[in-house]
């Protein structure tokens, strides 16, 4: 099996930065490729970034391109987001996630079977 735990969430002003953190644990995590996903209040669960098992390929949703950096140290089992230039419509519970699949990652929530608690970013004015 596979668990995954996010921190680094928190409140901050608009403009400021954080820095996600993904610990991850389990069957070759090494191996699979990795993805953070958000969910506002009243909205759907939406990508934000992925990146392959070698971290040789990254993704990014629009919104957050230019601003936000995904990346991965597989020597410590952890993921990153790395969120620059933050904006209140960034407000949301981000979380981590993983296949179980090994190689390609993915843009799509149903292809994740792996998922984090979540940790909330507040974004204020």
């Known amino acids: 099996q596979v668990q995954l735990a996010e921190s680094g969430g928190g409140l901050v002003q608009a403009g400021d930065s954080l820095r996600l953190s993904c610990a991850a644990s389990?069957?070759?995590?090494?191996?699979?490729?990795m993805a953070w996903f958000r969910q506002a209040p009243g909205k759907e669960r939406e990508f934000v970034a992925g990146?392959?098992?070698?971290?040789?390929?990254?993704d990014y949703a629009d919104s957050v391109k230019g601003r936000f950096t995904i990346s991965r140290d597989s020597a410590k089992n952890t993921l990153y987001l790395q969120m620059n230039s933050l904006k209140p419509e960034d407000t949301a519970v981000y979380y981590c996630?993983?296949?179980?699949?090994?190689?390609?990652?993915?843009?799509?929530?149903?292809?994740?079977?792996?998922w984090g608690q979540g940790t909330q970013v507040t974004v204020s004015e």
């Open positions: 389990g069957r070759i995590i090494s191996l699979r490729p």
């Open positions: 990146v392959d098992w070698n971290a040789a390929r990254t």
């Open positions: 996630a993983t296949r179980s699949t090994y190689g390609k990652g993915s843009a799509v929530v149903d292809d994740y079977e792996y």
